[in-house]
């Protein structure tokens, strides 16, 4: 589990399932280090550690290295969102979640949230969950999105099913104890692709 690692060998882990996803071979550890902004023996440490743990694995085809388990892949996860109230966004990134290959179909690129609140509860999502949303600028009616609300650097996130309306938005709730809002000044973030939930 990505919990038990600390948060430099998350990133590094997500930086070399990145990189092997798009260029088929593993960066060497100058260039990863280069790139981390971290020394190449401090790459190569973290990257011993993420072998032994069973995330990597030696090849002598792909510099060294290849990946393991990638019917998974490893999402940034950037902060919460608001299953209820609109929240402050925070899109600094010190953790990341293993996704389901399932869960990110359709291409593109995925980040994660954790949800706060219980609007969103009869579509299944609840406070707590974690979130994977397909990056994009817009959606279909009906479609649950993340959207940010007001304007920088004021702006707020809520999860909720959106619909167009004339220079305005639709922001539903799936909870009848939650009224559907209105917003002039939103912006789409992101389409829900898919829920993860810890027992």
Same mark, same amino acid.
């Given at each position: ?7 430099? *060998? *998350?990133? #590094?882990?997500?930086? =070399?399932? !990145? =990189?092997?996803?798009?260029?088929? @071979?593993?960066? !060497?550890?100058?260039?990863? $280090? ?17 072998? !032994?743990? $069973? &995330? ?7 510099? %060294?290295? *290849? +990946? /393991? ?20 966004? &925070? ?14 179909? %359709? $291409? %593109? ?20 969950? /974690?979130? +994977? #949303?397909?990056?994009?600028?817009? /959606? ?5 999105? /993340?959207?940010?609300? $007001?304007? #920088? ?9 959106? &619909? @167009? ?5 639709? +922001? ?5 104890? &939650? ?16 829920? #993860?939930? !810890?027992?």
């Amino acid at each position: 589990m990505l919990r038990n690692l600390t948060a430099a *060998q *998350q990133r #590094i882990l997500h930086f =070399y399932r !990145s =990189y092997i996803e798009k260029n088929g @071979h593993a960066p !060497s550890y100058p260039e990863a $280090g280069r790139k981390l902004d971290l020394s190449p023996s401090v790459v190569h440490y973290h990257v011993k550690h993420l072998e !032994s743990a $069973g &995330f990597l694995a030696k090849s002598g085809r792909t510099r %060294g290295v *290849q +990946l /393991v388990g990638t019917d998974t892949q490893t999402i940034p996860l950037l902060g919460l969102v608001a299953g209820g109230e609109p929240i402050t966004i &925070f899109e600094e990134c010190d953790e990341y979640v293993e996704a389901p290959a399932t869960m990110l179909k %359709g $291409g %593109g690129s995925f980040f994660a949230l954790r949800v706060r609140g219980m609007s969103m509860k009869n579509a299944g999502i609840v406070d707590g969950d /974690v979130v +994977l #949303i397909r990056k994009q600028e817009d /959606v279909d009616d009906g479609d649950i999105a /993340v959207v940010a609300i $007001g304007e #920088i650097p004021f702006e707020a996130a809520t999860l909720k099913r959106v &619909f @167009h309306q004339p220079a305005s938005l639709l +922001l539903k709730p799936e909870n009848d104890d &939650f009224e559907p809002t209105v917003v002039k000044k939103g912006s789409i973030r992101g389409k829900l692709s898919g829920v #993860i939930r !810890s027992y």
